[in-house]
């Protein structure tokens, strides 16, 4: 006679939300976290605020090898969804931007509200339990350092191997690979960029941000742009970083809201001017100088070419960057790739070769956008799994 109905890997934001649902709807269920505390993502989240979903999500905002596959799950747990139940818990929120929203408090508003809706669903927490090892004959068996446990469903949910100093492991991975399921290779994803070469001199304005679009292939987004010690960082560095491969370019427009003639006209108004005095009307000082000293137009404007004019604002339109490589896990948000979406139903994150065994959260091949995106896919995937794992007999 198996332990539980089921057991849940990861005390995370979506191993917790598919707990509490699981548990509301009848079933005995454990979670085993190898932390000593759960949902330490959370807490840290958001600069300790949570952004905890984004009132725009949807399938468009996910990186994934099937961009379909998280449709079903998001449409059937909405943002609004998790907003009533953060509401029903009193907690005060607001809208940063751009549909992002943050607890008023403290993240940990939103882990206290997951706890409680497990304890809602008599479910077992047990903190310090490193799963090490899973069998399968007709129940799955977990291995602890202290004890095994046993039942006839199991949901990885130990998340993906972003900030390996918070615990962050590949163990999801090589659970999922024992199964015989695919996995799609991990790379770091919301990730700062790394400039080398001759890109080297733009480390020296390190601490300058500016507003700016910036697109890796088709991917554009308009944030702002921040110059580091290292190389680029920024919302929009960290959201191309997502979709940018080694080797290929990051552009930047640096003159996202003075396209067209905008030199040209310059020049007719002001032809006394430098390139250098224009470009700080537009941007911060440090960042014009060095852009104009690359552009290399030492003239005032009135001596310069209607054609290098040009030529220059093309090129600030479209700055080309070649990123030498990324800052790596330790300083990635989230992991792009993971389990495949091919050995799982996307209705209830169930592998479609092994019966009984889940797959949820981080884990999985399904990456959302910066702002709030991560979270409603750990809660949205946690529900969808919680209710299938209720519907079994
Ligand atoms: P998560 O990583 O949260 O949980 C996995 C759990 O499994 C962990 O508690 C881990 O200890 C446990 N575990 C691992 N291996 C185990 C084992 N062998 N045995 C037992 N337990 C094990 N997203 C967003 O939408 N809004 C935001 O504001 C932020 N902010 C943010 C800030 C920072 C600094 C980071 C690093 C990330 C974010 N994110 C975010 C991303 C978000 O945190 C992430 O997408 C979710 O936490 C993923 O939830 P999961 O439950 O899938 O994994």
């Given amino acids: 006679m198996a332990d539980y109905d089921a057991i849940i890997l990861g005390a995370g ?24 505390k759960p949902g330490k993502k959370i807490l840290i989240s958001g600069g300790g605020r949570c952004n ?6 949807g399938p468009a905002n996910y990186l994934s090898a099937n961009p379909h596959f998280a449709k079903s799950a998001l449409a059937r747990y909405t943002p609004r969804d998790f907003l009533s139940l953060v509401e029903s818990y009193g907690i005060a929120w607001h809208e940063k931007t751009l549909g992002q929203l943050f607890c008023d408090g403290s993240s940990k508003q939103i882990v206290e ?9 008599e479910v077992e927490i047990r903190c310090g339990e490193e799963v090490t090892q899973v069998s399968h004959d007709e129940d799955f068996t977990v291995e602890t350092a202290n004890a095994s446990y046993r039942a006839p469903a199991l949901v990885i949910a130990t998340g993906g191997p972003s900030i390996p ?13 024992q199964f015989g399921l695919k996995v799609v290779e991990p790379r770091p994803a919301l990730v700062p960029l790394t400039l080398g070469g001759e890109e080297l001199l733009f480390r020296e304005i390190s601490g300058v941000s500016a507003p700016v679009v910036a697109s890796a292939g088709k991917a554009r987004f308009p944030e702002a742009a921040l110059f580091t010690h290292r190389g680029l960082s920024g919302p929009s560095i960290l959201q191309v970083s ?15 809201d003075n396209s067209g003639d ?4 310059r020049k007719r108004e002001t032809p006394r001017g430098t390139l250098r005095s224009i470009l700080r009307e537009a941007l911060p000082d440090r960042l014009a100088d060095i852009l104009a000293e690359k552009l290399g137009v030492e003239t005032e404007l009135g001596n310069a070419s209607d054609r290098a004019l040009r030529a ?9 960057f070649r990123p030498s490589g990324t800052e790596g896990f330790a300083k990635a948000e989230v992991t792009v790739g993971g389990i495949s979406t091919s ?24 990456t959302g956008w910066l702002g709030g995106y991560n979270f409603q896919w750990a809660w949205a995937s946690g529900v969808a799994a919680g209710e299938a794992i209720a519907a079994t007999a």
């Fill in 52 to 57: 905890f979903t984004n009132l725009g999500a």
């Fill in 113 to 121: 509200m997951l706890l409680d809706e497990c304890a809602k669903g």
């Fill in 165 to 177: 100093k918070m615990g962050a492991t590949g163990f999801a991975y090589d659970l999922a690979r």
């Fill in 13 to 36: 934001a979506a191993g917790l939300m598919c707990a509490g649902r699981a548990g509301q709807l009848g079933k005995r269920v454990l979670v085993l976290e190898k932390g000593e």
């Fill in 312 to 320: 220059a604002q093309e090129r600030l339109s479209r700055w080309s």
């Fill in 262 to 265: 905008w030199l040209l006209d």
């Fill in 242 to 256: 997502s979709y940018w491969k080694p080797g290929e370019e990051v552009a930047v427009d640096f003159l996202p």
């Fill in 343 to 366: 050995a799982l139903s996307s209705k209830t994150l169930e592998a479609k070769s092994v019966p009984g065994l889940y797959a949820i959260g981080e884990a999985v091949d399904v």
